[in-house]
């Protein structure tokens, strides 16, 4: 197991495994879950989202000539076109948000019941997707 | 998930969902965390020594919130806003609640890293407004 429980009522424990059990299982996540796996098996597409993100970092970090940052921003530009062009990166991204809105509404169910934004108390700080 | 195979029979409906997602906030609800946060809030609320320091700092902290940007605060007046700090954080209830909020934060991280596991996707950044980032 990759976190601790320790925290956890038995009752609690149950619950939680079973919400996640649900979540995983259903149509928002099973979607994303493939979609995900194809991009992971997509090289291409990979190697353009490392090289996206290589050359941001490079751009946001300052310190090239003006030649060279004008250079690296017409590159960027070409790559977010490949990036919009391509069908797993796409796919995957429209997947993404169908489960964020899933998974937004099933936070809105719960914080509702418990009167706080279960979510919000749930984030770890630095977290992403 | 090697070679996952998407088979509908074992798709969890919405309506499935949702059923465990109350069972979990009744479970939530009732764990020791939420109860003690749940008093501590209300003893927060209910503390009229506290609504008044809290109102002072506050007061002082909107006051000086234009020269505190511009780093322009006099001495005197950070002098001041330490004091209002000082005076509500050692408040016995205060400390309580953020004892108890800080419990009950541990708690719902601890669960929300059980969801994220389980679903590949960082819960509560998902949740956020906006959704995901990038």
């Known amino acids: 197991m990759k976190y601790k429980t320790d925290s956890l009522t038995p009752e609690l424990r149950v619950a939680s495994f079973d919400l996640a059990e649900s979540l995983a299982l259903s149509e928002a996540i099973l979607g994303y879950t493939k979609a995900h796996q194809i991009l992971m098996k997509d090289q291409q597409a990979l190697q353009l989202i490392d ?28 790559l977010q076109g490949l ?47 | ?54 109102q002072a700092l506050r007061s002082k902290q909107e006051s000086l919130r234009m020269m505190m940007m511009l780093n322009a605060v006099s001495d005197d007046e950070r002098q001041e806003l330490a004091k209002l700090e000082k005076q509500f954080y050692g408040i016995e209830t205060v400390q309580r609640y953020i004892t108890a909020q800080e419990a009950l934060i541990s708690l719902c991280q601890e669960v929300g890293d059980i969801l994220s596991d389980a679903i590949g996707l960082d819960f509560g950044s998902a949740c956020r407004v906006g959704g995901c980032c990038g």
């Open chain 2, 1 to 54: 998930m090697d070679n996952f195979m998407y088979n509908e029979l074992e798709v969890a409906s919405k309506p499935v969902v949702m059923q465990t997602a109350r069972r979990f906030s009744e479970a939530l609800a009732e764990s020791p965390q939420f109860k003690a946060f749940e008093d501590a809030y209300q003893a927060f609320r209910q503390d009229d020594e506290v609504q008044s320091a809290y």
């Open chain 1, 51 to 78: 090289e996206v993100n290589e050359l941001q970092r490079k751009v946001y970090a300052g310190g090239s000539s003006s030649e060279d940052l004008e250079d690296d921003i017409t590159r960027l530009r070409e």
């Open chain 1, 83 to 129: 990036i919009s062009a391509n069908t797993a990166i796409q796919q995957q991204a429209i997947a993404r948000e169908t489960a964020a809105a899933f998974l937004r509404e099933m936070n809105q169910e719960i914080s509702q019941l418990i009167g706080v934004d279960f979510a919000s108390l749930a984030i770890r700080p630095g977290a992403g997707c």
